[in-house]
């Protein structure tokens, strides 16, 4: 079984500067995907960005990126720029690739708070 | 488009009671998944369904029944509810071989 890690429960951060959020996971799986998707106070689950594992280049999504590590097993997200409206919660999850129905479960951390303050 | 959608997007319930979560969606995917949201536990998989007629069972699935008659529909039901079912219910749907899920905007469920 896979399992995601999410250490910083919450986080603070002020406006128009970076902050990482950390992301660890453990799994014997060789291909998969990971996730980080944004929850704001409106509820709606909405994707960020996705690193699939067999790819060593890191994703990036404007003002988003990943650092992924794979070995070390690590997968954080880098917001620059911080504005107000990324003041959410952010979940990291993780998803074996292949066919299959049990290949679209995600397994999702704790989530992190972020506050992007003014 | 309308995308996912979940019916109701509040309930109350008591003790024992029944009834379904509704969750519809258009884009004719195969992928159909319910999870729950609690306090400090992130999402866990409740059931999912690759197809009409297909169910398997998630990370959490005692106390909810599915089934998919349909493409479009994955209702799920709770029998007889309790307070530990007290949670925010999403549910998701994704293409085969696309791996991004989208996820409906849930159901807050208050079970007293």
């Known amino acids: 079984a896979q399992t995601v890690t999410q250490s910083q429960p919450e986080m603070s951060v002020q406006e128009a500067e970076t902050v990482t959020l950390s992301c660890t996971y453990d799994t014997s799986e060789n291909n998969y995907y990971l996730f980080w998707y944004k929850q704001p106070p409106s509820r709606q689950m909405i994707l960020v960005i996705r690193q699939e594992a067999y790819k060593q280049q890191n994703a990036t999504e404007n003002r988003f990126s990943v650092n992924f590590q794979k070995a070390a097993k690590s997968f954080s997200l880098k917001i620059s720029d911080s504005q107000l409206g990324d003041t959410a919660m952010y979940f990291c999850?993780?998803?074996?690739?292949?066919?299959?129905?049990?290949?679209?479960?995600?397994?999702f951390g704790k989530g992190t708070l972020l506050t992007v303050n003014p | 488009n309308a995308g996912v959608t979940q019916t109701p997007k509040f309930q109350v319930l008591k003790t024992g009671q029944s009834m379904t979560l509704q969750c519809a969606q258009d884009m004719n995917h195969e992928y159909m998944s319910w999870y729950r949201q609690d306090p400090g536990m992130g999402l866990r998989l409740i059931h999912y369904s690759v197809g009409a007629g297909i169910t398997d069972q998630g990370e959490v699935p005692n106390g909810y029944n599915v089934s998919r008659s349909t493409t479009e529909d994955f209702p799920l039901r709770l029998l007889s509810a309790a307070p530990s079912q007290t949670s925010v219910y999403f549910c998701a749907s994704s293409r085969q071989g696309i791996y991004e899920q989208y996820f409906g905007p849930g159901t807050r469920l208050t079970v007293t």
């Open positions: 999850a993780f998803m074996k690739h292949g066919s299959g129905g049990s290949n679209y479960k995600l397994t």
